[in-house]
């Protein structure tokens, strides 16, 4: 599953908004595929970071995103402050 797929499952279950129209906002640049990226990743964190290792996570997520761990922690820490 790519990053607008990712993006259009978490809009969907959140928000209850039909996939098609994520994906028309990522075609007409409404929403930028970094900045769903780091939406992913952290969706994907804080849903996983209950039960699993907060630094095995963070690197688990650096290997799959194909990003670095700075960039993990970073990522994380921005929905925090």
Do not use: C
Not at 6 to 26: C, G
Not at 38 to 46: D, G, H, L, P, T
């Amino acid at each position: 599953m790519n990053i607008r797929e990712k993006t259009a499952v978490i809009v969907q279950r959140n928000l209850n908004i039909d996939p098609s129209v994520t994906e028309a906002l990522f075609d007409i640049g409404l929403i930028r595929e970094d900045v769903a990226k780091k939406f992913v990743i952290r969706e994907e964190y804080f849903d996983r970071s209950h039960t699993h290792k907060k630094t095995d996570l963070k690197i688990a997520l650096a290997e799959k995103y194909n990003v670095s761990l700075s960039t993990i922690e970073k990522t994380v820490t921005e929905t925090t402050m």
